[in-house]
């Protein structure tokens, strides 16, 4: 009997053994090649967190990175809110969180349908009930940061998915973004 290796069947190996597949090795250091953006992102994410509650924020930027489908900066944001106290509970339920609004005070949601409108471009403009909604929980230096905030964890998962960083090396502390 002859067996062929898809990339699948490779893709599952590696999964199952502990190493990355091909298709998730790292292919572009930005750090090391552009160090003067990293620098000014890492001051732009600084600049965008003021005001903003830390287990919020780390909701928000979770959220964002699940529908840009950014590994790194899911390990690295699930890693950063459970250190920041958040439950693994909510952390598990938040790409349901629609479903499970119960796990979610009223700020959170709003803030959450937020982050959708502003990540999710493509389906037209963050719509006026979802900013009102926004507007209602957040004073407007708040709302203000935490649109910042969306925006530049977009602009981190288009790094981290281009680049293709690798999940799963984060320690909560030791890199901020």
């Not at 998730?24 to 090391?32: G, K, S, V, W």
């Not at 629609?98 to 709003?110: G, L, V, W």
């Not at 803030?111 to 507007?135: I, M, N, Q, R, S």
């Amino acid at each position: 009997m002859t067996t062929t290796n898809t990339t699948a069947d490779t893709a599952a190996k590696a999964t199952t053994n502990g190493t990355h597949a091909p298709e998730h090795t790292p292919r572009l250091a930005m750090m090391e090649l552009a160090p003067d953006v990293y620098k000014a992102m890492v001051k732009l994410d600084q600049a965008a967190r003021r005001h903003l509650d830390p287990v919020l924020l780390e909701l928000v930027k979770i959220r964002a990175s699940q529908i840009n489908h950014c590994a790194f900066c899911l390990d690295m944001h699930s890693k950063d809110a459970l250190a920041a106290g958040e439950s693994v509970e909510r952390i598990v339920q938040l790409s349901a969180w629609d479903e499970s609004r119960h796990f979610y005070t009223e700020k959170e949601i709003a803030a959450l349908e937020l982050t959708e409108a502003v990540t999710v471009l493509t389906d037209g403009f963050v719509p006026d009930e979802v900013y009102e909604k926004a507007a209602k929980h957040f004073e407007e230096t708040e709302l203000a940061h935490l649109v910042a905030a969306i925006t530049v964890i977009n602009a981190w998962n288009r790094f981290g998915v281009t680049a293709r960083l690798a999940p799963g090396h984060y320690t909560p502390g030791s890199l901020k973004h």
